[in-house]
T-cell receptor, first 112, second 114 residues
Framework: GENVEQHPSTLSVQEGDSAVIKCTYS??????FPWYKQELGKGPQLIID?????GEKKDQRIAVTLNKTAKHFSLHITETQPEDSAVYFC???????????FGPGTRLSVLP | KAGVTQTPRYLIKTRGQQVTLSCSPI?????VSWYQQTPGQGLQFLFE???????NKGNFPGRFSGRQFSNSRSEMNVSTLELGDSALYLC?????????????FGEGSWLTVV
């Protein structure tokens, strides 16, 4: 089955700097890769996703890149703000349903 | 449009008891999936329901079960609770559950087993 690894587990950046979180997946059949942000005491919220037929997707300060050959994808947050502080999860999608495999998460701290 | 609603938000149970958690998906969503989140194991998939049928199942013991009703609402049940079942249980819904369908999570139900 699918296995998703995520690095780093914790990341601290200064406000205004960029943050990059990387994930690798094992199942070449996975074709959908969402990213979720989870704030304390809340459920994960989808922030951006990418499908395997696209190499890059951007939404304002957030972008995701996908390298199918290397089986890795990354989340890029530019001009970080304190409200970006949260735990971020990447996930890999099975072709047949909703049993996404999630990475272990990255705790991002944006220091003012 | 209302999001995914989970009840109860918090509950405390004793070892050996059973618990039922409820989930109302976003209106129009027919797929409901359940995840367990713990600090040590992260987010782990429990099962997914679509049109009242369990379509996918994760690697959890038979003590964990679920069902979906005709209005797409779902419940999950854990019997003979163990201390290790203490976790945040998250429900997520999507339109049809096919690959690439965005899944939306609820706020979760915090279960503490003592």
């Amino acid at each position: 089955g699918e296995n998703v690894e995520q690095h780093p587990s914790t990341l601290s950046v200064q406000e205004g700097d960029s943050a990059v979180i990387k994930c690798t997946y094992s199942d070449s059949a996975s074709n959908y890769f969402p990213w979720y942000k989870q704030e304390l005491g809340k459920g994960p919220q989808l922030i951006i996703d990418i499908r395997s037929n696209v190499g890059e997707k951007k939404d304002q300060r957030i972008a995701v890149t996908l390298n199918k050959t290397a089986k890795h994808f990354s989340l890029h947050i530019t001009e970080t703000q304190p409200e970006d502080s949260a735990v971020y999860f990447c996930a890999g999608g099975d072709v047949d349903g909703q049993n996404f495999v999630f990475g272990p998460g990255t705790r991002l701290s944006v220091l003012p | 449009k209302a999001g995914v609603t989970q009840t109860p938000r918090y509950l405390i149970k004793t070892r050996g008891q059973q618990v039922t958690l409820s989930c109302s998906p976003i209106s129009g969503h027919r797929s409901v999936s359940w995840y367990q989140q713990t600090p040590g194991q992260g987010l782990q998939f429990l099962f997914e329901y679509f049109s009242e049928t369990q379509r996918n199942k994760g690697n959890f013991p038979g003590r964990f079960s679920g069902r979906q009703f005709s209005n797409s609402r779902s419940e999950m049940n854990v019997s003979t609770l163990e201390l290790g079942d203490s976790a945040l249980y998250l429900c997520a819904s999507s339109l049809s559950g096919t690959s690439g369908n965005t899944i939306y999570f609820g706020e979760g139900s915090w279960l503490t087993v003592v």
